[in-house]
């Protein structure tokens, strides 16, 4: 894995559209208006609205300066990147080709049309542009899978499948090739070297979405219904009620024979630009799965898989609203669309729209009131706004549907657990915590919480902080959980070690205003009140809840009384442990 994040790493500092980093953090397109501004107006404002992270105005202010600078290459390719991310797909090509009439060897110019082209088939003038695409790692393994489906548009499978194994890269590569060499295989009718690919693919993880999909529904092509229904329980083992798999499932137990997972060679491109995109995008690759992203829904809109990794991208750059328009296009008849109406409420929710995002689950869960996971967000929506004895009757009725709890509902009593206790009821909040604990030996976050409360309340402290411990242990890097072992300390006066915990608490969550609060009142304690002010000041400037701030400034002005503060469970509720 460390070799492939290297990769992307090296990837996307080669992708040139890259530049625009902030672009491909996209906000709410807008059409600003560029008739009335000069053409360095028209680049000051494109650069200003790089900054401000809006794709649409951006794209817009670029185009504008070119034309008063038509071939300047600078401009050029950050009207291109700019379209790219907007989405702009015709204005994309129409850019590329410009950026090719200055610079014949552009490589990302040439991965768009090749791309283009590939959708015309026009196969070989694809594999002509795809083949300059290079740039190395990642890069490479795309162009290689995008020249073979070319390949086989054009009537080789056996190019394509040598294209394929020509290639040479890191480990991870392989799921990649066994798996577009197979689905090439399969819709060319070589059905054994496709079963082969399959079953090596299947062997080198048994828990790839995409993999399983194409390896289950090729048995149950070939008639092998329970070989099929095998590979479906070994994935359902470990990641369990996954919706394309459930559906899958119930087709093959009816008895029927599931479709190829692609089935021209646009598809094809398709899925090979989806899976690399999704992966280098949760890796730490987000600008180049973005552009990787678009250029899959160019050739197949209503890919479901394909919309959902682009709304996770936009979600985790903090983009809600380009992320509902995401969830919007997944087709109705996709068994994801339910999942994307879910999670376009939590970004409803996160747009502050928090009542139209709780109607809209309520609506879900009145059409389907045993939908679990629709409950579930309706839970968290509640306790994010500290609704704490709503959250408490809503994750109640997901309780109430489980028969015999097991390990994989842990999470469920220790969320009711935490509405619980902010509510004040902690006689129920405790043995939520310890029915999830039961469920879930050892879960690090559950650990902490209650061990922290126990301490908090001054009883079983020596089973409390052997709990905090534990939770430290497998989470040596969670500041939130660190600073609860310290605040722990605190509390049982042990002022020093305290300290010690403390201050590696803050080394990993600088930002955190109550981890840096707390480390101000344990060096308050061991008599370093100069370095307590500092921190304290510091806590005040990390903007933390008015209640929280005004004890702040009074410790700021008073310094704190002799017997200390008494930290309470909720104010250790962040994060690291369950808030």
Known sequence: MSTMIKSVAVAATAFGILMLPGLLAAQAPTKPDTS??????????????????????????????????????????????????????D??????????????????????????ALKNKQWQSARTNLSQSVRGPVTDLTAALLIAWAQYGAGDSKAAIETIDRLQGPDWYAIFKDQHAGLILDIANRKKEAARRFEKLHKLDGTNLRAVEAYGGFLSRQGKKDEALEVYETFEKA?????????ARKQVEA?????????????????????????????????????????????????????????????????????????????ADSPLHRNSEIQLAANLDALEKTEEAKEHLRKLIEENPSDIEAIMMLGHIERS??????????????????DNPTRGNWSVFYS??????????????????????????????????????????GVNLEEGMRMIRRAVEQKPD??????????????????????KHLERAVEIRPEDPTINDHLGDA?????????????????????????????IQEKLKNGLPDEGPGATAEQKSKTGNGG
């Open 255 to 331: 008895g029927q024979k599931l479709p190829p997972l692609v089935s021209n060679p646009q598809a094809g491109a398709a899925e090979a630009l989806y899976g690399i995109g999704a992966v280098v995008g949760r890796r730490g690759g987000e600008e180049l799965g973005l552009a990787y992203l678009q250029l899959a829904l160019y050739l197949e809109p209503r890919h479901p898989l394909a919309l959902l990794s682009l709304a996770d991208l936009y979600e985790s750059m903090k983009k809600p609203q380009l992320a509902i328009e995401m969830y919007k296009r997944v087709p």
């Open 523 to 551: 060096y308050w304690k061991v008599g370093r009140q100069l370095e307590a002010h500092f921190q304290w000041s510091h806590a005040a400037a990390l903007k933390p809840e008015p209640e929280e701030l005004a004890k």
């Open 416 to 457: 009711r657990g935490i509405c619980h206790e902010r509510n004040k009821n902690w006689p129920l909040a405790e043995a939520d915590f310890k029915k999830s604990l039961e469920l879930y030996p050892d879960r690090p976050d559950v650990l902490n919480y209650l061990g922290y409360s126990w301490i908090d309340q």
């Open 385 to 402: 706004r500290k609704q704490y004895a709503e959250c408490a009757k809503t994750y109640g009725r997901v309780i109430d549907q489980i």
């Open 478 to 499: 969670d500041g939130y959980i660190v600073d609860s072992l310290g605040w722990a300390y605190y509390r049982l006066g042990n002022y020093e070690e305290a300290v």
């Open 239 to 247: 990641l369990p009620r996954h919706p394309l798999i459930n559906h």
């Open 36 to 89: 009335r501004t000069s053409a360095s107006g028209n680049y000051l404002a494109a650069r200003h609205a790089v900054q401000q992270r809006d794709a649409a105005a951006a794209s817009a202010y670029f185009r504008a300066a070119l034309k008063s600078d038509p071939k300047n290459p600078d401009l050029l390719q950050r009207a291109f990147g700019s379209a790219l991310t907007e989405g702009d797909m």
């Open 91 to 116: 204005e994309t090509f129409r850019l590329a080709e410009r950026i090719l009439q200055i610079n014949k060897t552009d490589r990302d110019a040439r991965l768009v049309l090749g791309v283009r």
